[in-house]
């Protein structure tokens, strides 16, 4: 059992940057993939970032590619956010999938455990 809970959203202006974190209550993150999702009103919810267990493999969306960082510890992973866009307005999730792996996975099925959100809103 992980219960995951994001921080860091907030309201930010075009350019300014963010930095979320989701950490994980009841255990630690040595051995779960992990992932930052993201969904826009109207919008399917989309991987944004995604990272292997031991950190050694990430992932990227094409639009943020460049711009954001996914980076992991045992007890929480983050995503920094520079030259936020009004595009990148959502609510943010953490997901975790309990996997010793390599990779990472960008499906929403292939992940066990989520949080609650965090709204990110970037005003132009």
């Known amino acids: 059992q992980v219960q995951l809970a994001e921080s860091g959203g907030g309201l930010v202006q075009a350019g300014g940057s963010l930095r979320l974190s989701c950490g994980a209550s009841?255990?630690?993150?040595?051995?779960?993939?992990m992932g930052w999702f993201r969904q826009a009103p109207g919008k399917e919810r989309e991987c944004v970032a995604a990272?292997?267990?031991?950190?050694?493999s990430t992932f990227y969306v094409d639009s943020v590619k460049g711009r954001f960082t996914i980076s992991k510890d045992s007890v929480s992973v983050n995503l920094q956010m520079n030259s936020l866009k009004p595009e990148d307005t959502a609510v943010y999730y953490c997901?975790?999938?309990?996997?010793?792996?390599?990779?990472?996975?960008?499906?929403?099925?292939?992940?066990?455990?989520w949080g609650q959100g965090t709204q990110v809103t970037v005003s132009s």
């Open positions: 997901a975790a999938r309990p996997i010793i792996s390599y990779s990472y996975y960008t499906r929403r099925s292939a992940y066990d455990y």
């Open positions: 009841g255990g630690t993150l040595n051995n779960y993939v």
């Open positions: 990272i292997s267990s031991r950190g050694g």
